[in-house]
Nanobody
Framework: QVQLVESGGGLVQAGGSLRLSCAAS????????MGWFRQAPGKEREFVAA????????GYADSVKGRFTISRDNAKNTVYLQMNSLEPEDTAVYYC?????????????????WGQGTQVTVTS
């Protein structure tokens, strides 16, 4: 079993920055892709960003491209999401996920394990 714990969420003004972290423990999949999703109130969970295990390949939702950066530290089994130029529309619960596959997919079904989420609130 894999446990994922997110941290770094909080309240920030528009234009500000936050850095989310997600630490994986247990039966970790060092070869698995990792990703971030988010769910705003009343909306479905959506893809934010993902990163492959090796090679540095990343993918982003159009809504965050150029503002968010995903990275990972395989030695620490941790994935990060640096969020800059935050907008009120970024307000959501952010979830990290890990896949048993190497390809950083954009669908929820591409991932096998999920964290509990961390709240990000951006005020105008």
């Amino acid at each position: 079993q894999v446990q994922l714990v997110e941290s770094g969420g909080g309240l920030v003004q528009a234009g500000g920055s936050l850095r989310l972290s997600c630490a994986a423990s247990g039966r970790t999949f060092s070869s698995g892709a990792m990703g971030w999703f988010r769910q705003a109130p009343g909306k479905e969970r959506e893809f934010v960003a993902a990163v492959a295990t090796i090679g540095g390949f990343t993918g982003y939702a159009d809504s965050v491209k150029g503002r968010f950066t995903i990275s990972r530290d395989n030695a620490k089994n941790t994935v990060y999401l640096q969020m800059n130029s935050l907008e009120p529309e970024d307000t959501a619960v952010y979830y990290c996920a890990v896949s048993q596959g190497r390809v950083p997919g954009r669908r929820q079904n591409d991932y096998n394990y999920w964290g509990q989420g961390t709240q990000v609130t951006v005020t105008s």
